[in-house]
T-cell receptor, first 117, second 115 residues
Framework: GAVVSQHPSRVICKSGTSVKIECRSLDFQATTMFWYRQFPKQSLMLMAT?????????EQGVEKDKFLINHASLTLSTLTVTSAHPEDSSFYICSALLERGGLRGQYFGPGTRLTVL | GNSVTQMEGPVTLSEEAFLTINCTYT??????LFWYVQYPGEGLQLLLK?????DKGSNKGFEATYRKETTSFHLEKGSVQVSDSAVYFC??????????????FGKGTHLIIQP
């Protein structure tokens, strides 16, 4: 149990276009999901906390108008990179917070590799 | 703010060798500490955790003890296997930044076990 998927796993787009990345909790409901970004040989950096039914909470330095987050249901959060530029190329990873039977933890998706040409 | 520092890799060991991956942290308050593992082509998986000082997390032969006095959470395993080859991330959960549950990660340590 506690599986999180991401789609797509890899995307290449042209500069100026928008890209949507989906994060789904497959076998549990998650009111809270997180979006991270990972640069090569760097740690994962928390971008934002996605809350079902309310606005996302962004970390300092993350542009909310650039990285749109929608958590429309208890099993789906989406991250849209708007007007993508080459510097947005990165590995984006989501996680979903599981709170069940006293267990609490973040379960991670496999990540999405974004390349902006 | 919170930060995590872990030894840089890659770390290359022979099968059955003893493993230590160092991790130190800075944080306000009393963070929870985690080790995550990422196998090739897969997402991060929680390996073990500790939520208060002197707690020892353990799983699959791996252990780490929450040392508040040295602000450390070193990962150890007595005898590694080829299947342990992966990238290991040390992380903490504190209360800085936007979310109470957002994790702060180290850069990751790539472990390579040779038969």
């Amino acid at each position: 149990g506690a599986v999180v998927s991401q789609h797509p796993s890899r995307v290449i787009c042209k500069s100026g276009t928008s890209v949507k990345i989906e994060c789904r909790s497959l076998d549990f409901q998650a009111t809270t999901m997180f979006w991270y970004r990972q640069f090569p040989k760097q740690s994962l950096m928390l971008m934002a906390t996605s809350n079902e039914g309310s606005k996302a909470t962004y970390e300092q330095g993350v542009e909310k108008d650039k990285f749109l987050i929608n958590h429309a249901s208890l099993t789906l959060s989406t991250l849209t990179v708007t007007s993508a530029h080459p510097e947005d190329s990165s590995f984006y990873i989501c996680s979903a917070l599981l709170e069940r039977g006293g267990l609490r933890g973040q379960y991670f998706g496999p990540g999405t590799r974004l390349t902006v040409l | 703010g919170n930060s995590v520092t872990q030894m840089e890799g890659p770390v290359t060991l022979s099968e059955e060798a003893f493993l230590t991956i160092n991790c130190t942290y800075t944080a306000t308050g009393y963070p929870s500490l985690f080790w995550y593992v990422q196998y090739p082509g897969e997402g991060l998986q929680l390996l073990l955790k500790a939520t208060k000082a002197d707690d020892k997390g353990s799983n699959k032969g791996f252990e780490a003890t929450y040392r508040k006095e040295t602000t450390s959470f070193h990962l150890e395993k007595g005898s590694v296997q080829v299947s342990d080859s992966a990238v290991y991330f040390c992380a903490l959960r504190g209360y800085s930044g936007g979310g109470a549950d957002g994790l702060t990660f180290g850069k990751g340590t790539h472990l390579i076990i040779q038969p």
